[in-house]
């Protein structure tokens, strides 16, 4: 039940190509953003669409696997853990910022499953 405390799974469109960095140690880190939509029907009968972003964020092979294969509106399904972090924006401003730390990755495309 431990591994059940913490645990996100999403499935959803990507918002713009990942962003792929390599930092000091030769590790890459991928940051991305992902939509996930809902539909429903109001009291009016029509079809109203919710969508969420998410904040993804996947390091090492997972990072490699999203710059190889996966692109804007690329469909994937995530798992991975809710994370909150402070940092200090280039204006000297500190901000919050909530993330998802990605575990695990899924592409739903079809090209992308054919590989």
């Known amino acids: 039940m431990y ?4 645990k996100v ?28 939509s809902e539909s429903y029907k109001n009291l009016q ?3 109203v669409t ?15 696997i999203l710059e190889q294969y996966t692109s804007k509106g690329s469909e994937i399904c995530v798992e991975g853990k809710l ?6 924006d280039k204006d000297g401003v500190k901000r919050n910022i909530t993330e998802i730390v990605v575990n ?8 992308a499953s054919a590989i």
């Open 3 to 6: 591994a059940l405390k913490n």
């Open 83 to 88: 994370t909150y972090r402070e940092y200090t």
């Open 45 to 47: 009968g029509e079809k």
């Open 104 to 111: 695990e990755i899924l592409l739903l495309d079809k090209k």
């Open 9 to 36: 799974q999403l499935i959803g469109h990507l918002g713009k190509n990942p962003e792929i960095k390599t930092i000091d140690n030769g590790k890459k880190v991928a940051r991305l953003s992902l939509a996930t």
């Open 50 to 64: 919710e969508t969420q972003w998410h904040s993804l964020v996947a390091w090492g092979k997972l990072a490699d």
